[in-house]
């Protein structure tokens, strides 16, 4: 059953938000500069990046580092915004536990009841605030830190504790804005391994997960700049996946994937559009949905993929087609392309389908997650409109690889930072990287030369 545990990150962790459409990518206007990564799976949400012409040939010794921090742990992601870096973590109680908190398993280390939001200059690596409350785990399993990655838009930083503590915070200077609590505020029940999909904000709107036994529990929207209540909807537990905003036949729907259906509802009032039953194992509803061609793509552990088709009307889903023997992920988003999408499955690494039908074309035998065959991790973005991406393997490996329906084929890899889960960010040239112990920012290895700007 421990295997189980790796399912938190979603969001890893996890993670995902997606501030509607395209809320501002966060770089400033110099036009030496690439996208930043404000949020849970970069600029869009979706796992695509446009950054520069990557080269395929790396130095031996490894990619230029340009700074590195000491840190507490944590499973949630790094965002990036107007060249600032936030992140959350759980520092140890000392420099001894430090030293036991290294690698995947870094839970084991002792740790302090509280948690942080860090903003660092993601230039110089200098720390420009810390934002700690009190955050008492008791004997949640895997315990190092928490999960979410932080949502950054309009100077507003919204962040999501393990155990249910949300935060608005000034994103120049830490300061609170306002603050709720899942649990406390909203009747939530904080899921077997904590709370992990991130704050997804939608036009004016935050949309949370609570997760709960009563009416109105399942999802809330508050007001972005307020935290005032604005509507509830459903009652569902809470998974770790982040939800997904999509566009259908002129209507937007507000996609949520808990531990037992696939729910749609309409993200400006909460109305509730439809909802397909999937009820998975030890809630490990943990990637974040996709949308491409009608059809939401949700991948689980043990009971594998399943895509639902939309119809010409809002209310109108029904499953199109499901795989439970090669297409079962855990943490990890898959990626879609051409008609073809990209998932890495538990037992066979990363495999190619047919988006449309679900049928197989091909798996790498674990080549991209060596050694971690039984419950393998990496974060998957897509490099600009190719077909190379990027990929943080969770032995800290950094690859950069060709996925085409013909094969998988590895351009370059390097060693970014230990054993991680934590998804990394890209900014402008530069990569960014967490574990349990550590934050790194490298630069990375481009095809021309790019005046730094001041």
């Given at each position: 059953?421990?295997?189980?545990?790796?399912?938190?990150?979603s969001?890893?962790?996890?993670?995902?938000v997606?501030?509607?459409?395209?809320?501002?990518?966060?770089?400033?206007?110099?036009?030496?500069?690439y996208?930043?990564?404000?949020q849970?799976?970069?600029?869009?949400?979706?796992?695509?990046?446009?950054?520069?012409?990557?080269?395929?040939?790396?130095?031996?010794?490894?990619?230029?580092?340009?700074?590195?921090?000491?840190?507490?742990?944590?499973?949630?992601?790094?965002?990036?915004?107007?060249?600032?870096?936030?992140?959350?973590?759980r520092?140890?109680?000392?420099?001894?536990?430090?030293?036991?908190?290294?690698?995947?398993?870094?839970?084991?280390?002792?740790?302090?009841?509280?948690?942080?939001?860090?903003?660092?200059?993601?230039?110089t690596?200098?720390?420009?605030?810390?934002?700690?409350?009190?955050?008492?785990?008791d004997?949640?399993?895997?315990?190092?830190g928490?999960?979410?990655a932080?949502?950054?838009?309009?100077?507003?930083?919204?962040?999501?504790?393990?155990?249910?503590?949300?935060?608005?915070?000034?994103?120049?200077?830490?300061?609170?804005?306002?603050?709720?609590?899942?649990?406390?505020?909203?009747?939530?029940?904080?899921?077997?391994?904590?709370?992990?999909?991130?704050?997804?904000?939608?036009?004016?709107?935050?949309?949370?997960?609570?997760?709960?036994?009563?009416?109105?529990?399942?999802?809330?929207?508050?007001?972005?700049?307020?935290?005032?209540?604005?509507?509830?909807?459903?009652?569902?537990?809470?998974?770790y996946?982040?939800?997904?905003?999509?566009?259908h036949?002129?209507?937007?729907?507000?996609?949520?994937?808990?531990?037992?259906?696939?729910?749609?509802?309409?993200?400006?009032?909460?109305?509730?559009?439809?909802?397909?039953?999937?009820?998975?194992?030890?809630?490990?509803?943990?990637?974040?949905?996709?949308e491409?061609?009608?059809l939401?793509?949700?991948?689980?552990?043990?009971?594998?993929?399943?895509?639902?088709?939309?119809?010409?009307?809002?209310?109108?889903?029904?499953?199109?087609?499901?795989?439970?023997?090669?297409?079962r992920?855990?943490?990890?988003?898959?990626?879609?392309?051409?008609?073809?999408?990209?998932?890495?499955?538990?037992?066979f690494?990363?495999?190619c389908?047919?988006?449309?039908?679900?049928?197989?074309?091909?798996d790498?035998d674990?080549?991209?997650?060596?050694?971690?065959?039984?419950?393998?991790?990496?974060?998957?973005?897509?490099?600009?409109?190719?077909?190379?991406?990027l990929?943080?393997?969770?032995?800290?490996?950094?690859?950069?690889?060709?996925?085409?329906?013909?094969?998988?084929?590895?351009?370059?890899?390097?060693?970014?930072?230990?054993?991680?889960?934590?998804?990394?960010?890209?900014?402008?040239?530069r990569?960014?990287?967490?574990?349990?112990t550590?934050?790194?920012?490298?630069?990375?290895?481009?095809?021309?030369?790019?005046?730094?700007?001041?």
């Open positions: 059953m421990r295997s189980l545990l790796f399912l938190f990150i969001l890893i962790v996890l993670p995902e997606v501030l509607a459409e395209n809320p501002g990518t966060g770089t400033t206007a110099d036009k030496n500069q996208e930043e990564w404000p849970w799976r970069g600029p869009r949400g979706d796992g695509t990046w446009q950054g520069p012409p990557i080269k395929t040939s790396w130095p031996q010794t490894g990619l230029k580092k340009l700074w590195e921090q000491e840190i507490g742990g944590g499973y949630g992601g790094i965002s990036v915004s107007n060249r600032k870096l936030y992140l959350m973590d520092p140890v109680t000392s420099p001894a536990e430090q030293e036991k908190a290294e690698g995947i398993h870094g839970h084991r280390a002792d740790r302090q009841n509280i948690e942080r939001v860090l903003c660092f200059d993601a230039l690596g200098k720390q420009l605030w810390v934002h700690s409350y009190p955050a008492t785990y004997k949640l399993d895997y315990g190092n928490p999960r979410v932080p949502t950054v838009i309009e100077n507003h930083v919204y962040t999501l504790g393990t155990m249910g503590d949300v935060f608005c915070l000034d994103a120049n200077t830490g300061e609170v804005i306002w603050k709720t609590h899942l649990v406390k505020d909203f009747g939530g029940k904080v899921p077997q391994w904590g709370y992990a999909a991130a704050p997804y904000v939608i036009d004016d709107l935050v949309i949370l997960l609570p997760g709960g036994t009563e009416a109105g529990t399942a999802i809330v929207a508050l007001d972005h700049k307020t935290g005032t209540e604005r509507w509830r909807a459903l009652k569902d537990e809470a998974g996946a982040t939800p997904l905003l999509i566009h036949n002129q209507q937007d729907q507000l996609i949520v994937w808990s531990p037992n259906h696939i729910h749609s509802v309409n993200p400006q009032t909460g109305a509730h559009f439809w909802s397909v039953p999937y009820k998975v194992t030890y809630g490990v509803a943990i990637a974040s949905p996709i491409k061609e009608g939401i793509l949700v991948a689980g552990y043990w009971e594998g993929s399943k895509a639902i088709q939309l119809g010409e009307q809002p209310g109108q889903a029904e499953l199109k087609w499901e795989d439970r023997r090669t297409l992920g855990l943490m990890s988003q898959p990626l879609y392309r051409d008609g073809y999408a990209y998932l890495l499955d538990k037992q690494g990363l495999t389908f047919e988006y449309a039908t679900g049928k197989k074309i091909w790498d674990n080549q991209m997650t060596p050694g971690n065959s039984r419950n393998p991790q990496a974060s998957l973005v897509w490099l600009n409109d190719s077909s190379r991406a990929i943080l393997n969770s032995d800290g490996a950094l690859i950069l690889a060709e996925l085409t329906p013909a094969s998988y084929r590895e351009l370059a890899r390097t060693s970014l930072i230990g054993e991680t889960w934590a998804h990394p960010a890209y900014a402008e040239t990569v960014f990287a967490r574990s349990n550590k934050l790194v920012a490298c630069e990375l290895p481009v095809e021309e030369s790019i005046t730094e700007s001041p």
